[in-house]
């Protein structure tokens, strides 16, 4: 920014204040008699035998040396002073941004925040008043719990985590849990009772008797280091009752990555007719900064602070069969260039008690001679014994569209992995007899993710992605993430969007390649998604 730029408004105030002040001094100072009578009221001369009574006004004085006093003009000096008030209040309201509102008092904004008006696009001026104060700490401890308490409430036209509340009240409660929620403080309890906003989509089209794949986001409003187990059931399911929850997975909110993650819906014929979920989440807090190093573990009872519900609405499918993909087993150049996605290998983060992730490219898919061709990957970490014997250490499962056309993005992401944590140390010893290999295998239903989204466009509401929202906020349209060099652990990008029958063809090869392992410094890896169980070892496949 141009120095000029932040010193104008107070150059220019202080020449106009300069002005203004000596144009008082003047109109209350410098009319003086001098030795000479005269009218106070016109300045008309008196003469010796006039009396105290003006010739020209009639003005009246009421001793002799009324007539020596220094004429005030007080009209003159009001309007100079009004001039000055005014010229100040626009150098301050420049300063500040030029939002008037932050001349009010911070308690009447909070008092005022229900009638902040807002649109589409964002936050309204109250809130833009109070945000820059948070950030400037220029609220007092009690006004900031004013504050907590009208976000968390919300009003009748913003329930939270509604659209309109998100658009209100969304921007003051991030800043409010990042600047004033400590732990073991009441802001901080108070932002914890926030219901988060849940999405789960689902494909446009599946099978009714098949599992469907969906895919969960969740935006929340708690305080930094939180953690929660969220359990998905169908509407209706008592959180006691004998009926097998749909899903459970466990979430955090300090994440290196935002990603969505997928899971396996019961197949459509068995859901609800009104086609609701419930969502419950129990919420404990952590130390933001020892979540980096430890991998969440069984909880107690005793660290849940809050639980919350939230309702969560899912379109179901229409019921039409899978893409129809044929199998491929790719040449020689598909397989190098599969080989090169992954070329990365295994990184380690010393010290943490879940320290590995693989690195992968999905851009080295992105040619154009691999558009239409779909692939679904489930690579394996192996160790090879010297007996010849082999043992998965660790298995994680892709998919990703190939070519170069647009959303390949949209159509790619992974599954929590599975793990054997002391057995992948080994990995990293250099005096292992063992041979440590990256084995990646071609699967028909991770590449048909892929392309389940084919042809569908997402829009709002209705139609291309089906999306439910958290707390009767109604259908949104859905983002995209990028996942260009990703790390595949236990955070998915997304699940396709639409499905049908459609014809293509999905890579059925399999691609080894020795094992490259890498120790990184600094900060690990925070995964956002993680099993409330622990780390699952990897499965014998069938």
Known sequence: MNPWTAWQPWVIGGIAVAVMMWFVVRALFADKARGRPRCLRCAHPFIESQG????????????????????????????????????????????????????????????????DPTDQQGHGPIAEALRRRIVN????????????????????????????????????????????????????ARLLELPPRIEVETPLAWPADEPVPGSMTIRDWWPEGAEAIVTLRADGEEDGGTEEAWHRVGYRNRASIRRRHHFTLPPPSTWPESNAMQATLEVRTTDPEAAVAAEPGVWDAAEIAATVNAGVTVDRPEDLPRPDLMPWPGDEETNAMVAAVFRDGLRRWPGTTRPFAIRFNPRRLQV??????????????????????????????????????????????????????????????????????????????????SAAIEGATPVVAGAGVRAGVAAGAGQVGVGTTDITGGTADDTPDRVGDGAGAETGRWWSGTVERPLRVESAEGSPFVRMWFRPEGVAPPAPRR
């Open 368 to 449: 154009d001679d691999l558009a239409g061709v779909h692939f679904g990957f489930v690579v394996e970490i192996v160790e090879r014994l010297p007996s010849g014997d082999e043992v998965v250490r660790r298995r994680t499962r892709i998919w990703m569209p190939g070519g170069s056309s647009r959303g390949w993005r949209q159509r790619a992401g992974w599954t929590i992995s599975e793990e054997d944590t002391a057995g992948l140390a080994g990995a990293f010893d250099e005096d292992s007899e063992s041979v440590w290999l990256m084995r990646i295998t071609g699967d028909e239903s991770l590449a048909s993710l």
């Open 52 to 115: 105290l009574t003006c010739t020209e006004c009639g003005w009246t004085a009421r001793r002799p040396a009324d007539l020596l006093r220094t004429r005030r003009h007080w009209g003159k000096a009001t309007l100079a002073v009004a001039v000055m008030l005014t010229g100040a209040l626009t150098v301050r309201l420049m300063a500040l941004g030029g939002n008037p509102l932050s001349l009010l008092p911070a308690r009447l904004l909070v008092m005022l925040m229900p009638l």
């Open 137 to 188: 700490e220029d609220l007092s401890t009690g006004t900031v719990a004013a504050l907590v308490e009208v976000v968390v409430a919300g009003d009748a036209a913003a329930v939270p985590p509604s659209d309109a509340w998100v658009r209100r009240y969304g921007l003051l409660a991030d800043e409010l849990r990042a600047r004033h929620a400590p732990r073991e403080s009441p802001n901080h």
